[in-house]
């Protein structure tokens, strides 16, 4: 039995995982998958990787290439999900804010630098046609911290998952003004290099497991009331969920790769570029 360790955000996106290991379709295939959330984020799933604290992350496409291109020695060895992350931008219920272009001065909440909230607030910036290099942030490190920073008035807005800060918009905490898609696929699965030089077939294996998963992730019976529940989420916006989300079973390509890429060294996030090659396993 192989033992891998996982991380990933406690979110919708990653139920198949949770599924395939209570089902025992790993451990079936000899390998011991152990699981850890990380509502932090991207950020916090950077670090994870570069102490060896995980072996696998579930990860924003633009957060693992900006940390790999930093020196995280760690692969891209396939796309997760290849549509589009669908960010709400939100207020607190009682901000005097209505409207994106109010909150162009604002201070954003982030949940660590590197991480999701952070680099989409560039992109949403660039969007707008704002000045990237006067965005204000403050780290609130998980949605729990955005509730109070934001009511507090510490922070002006806060950028994270539209349907997993729904409820919070349904029970007058927060307000959305907007939404910013990445113009990428939004998860990948990276691996430690090490791991996949002692570990190819295991990590081969874990693929095709939850490759199998993901492609009839759809049609499990009464899925929808299954997230719902999980979740904390309303099933008509679970089913609207699902009709947007599109899983992967493939490798990130060199085109989106480099439209990444180059969107993060526009934003100056990023330096210097790093090769196709350098990132993906």
Not at 125 to 142: R, V
Not at 215 to 226: C, G, L, P, Q, R
Request: hydrophobic fraction near 40%; aromatic fraction near 8%; proline fraction near 4%.
């Amino acid at each position: 039995m192989t033992t891998l360790k996982i991380a990933g955000v406690p979110e919708h996106f990653n139920l198949p995982w949770h599924l395939s290991i209570n089902n025992n379709e790993f451990s079936n295939k000899n390998i011991d998958l152990k699981w850890t959330d990380v509502p932090e984020g991207t950020g916090k799933l950077c670090q994870m990787l570069r102490n060896g604290d995980t072996d696998i992350a579930v990860i924003l496409t633009e957060g693992i290439i900006k940390d790999i291109a930093a020196g995280n020695h760690s692969k891209i060895v396939q796309v997760y999900v290849a549509s589009p992350l669908i960010w709400g931008i939100h207020v607190a219920a009682g901000s005097p804010y209505q409207t994106i272009e109010d909150i162009q001065k604002g201070k954003v909440a982030i949940s660590r630098y590197g991480s999701g909230s952070h680099l989409m607030a560039f992109v949403n910036a660039e969007n707008q046609g704002w000045d990237t290099s006067k965005l204000d942030f403050e780290i609130i490190n998980t949605i729990d911290g955005a509730v109070e920073s934001l009511t507090k008035g510490n922070t002006d807005y806060f950028m994270w998952e539209r349907f997993m800060t729904k409820p919070l918009v349904d029970k007058g905490i927060f307000r959305r003004v907007g939404d910013c898609p990445t113009p990428w696929p939004c998860f990948v699965i990276a691996v430690r290099n090490e791991i996949l030089e002692n570990n190819p077939e295991a990590i081969g294996t874990v693929l095709e497991v939850i490759n199998n998963k993901t492609a009839s992730f759809k049609n499990i019976e009464n899925i929808d009331a299954v997230l719902a529940d999980k979740y904390n989420q309303k099933v008509e916006d679970i089913r609207e969920w699902l009709k947007l989300t599109e899983w992967s079973q493939t490798k990130l390509n060199k085109t989106t790769f480099d439209k990444v890429q180059d969107q993060l060294v526009r934003l100056q996030i990023i330096e210097n570029k790093t090769s196709y090659e350098a990132v993906t396993g």
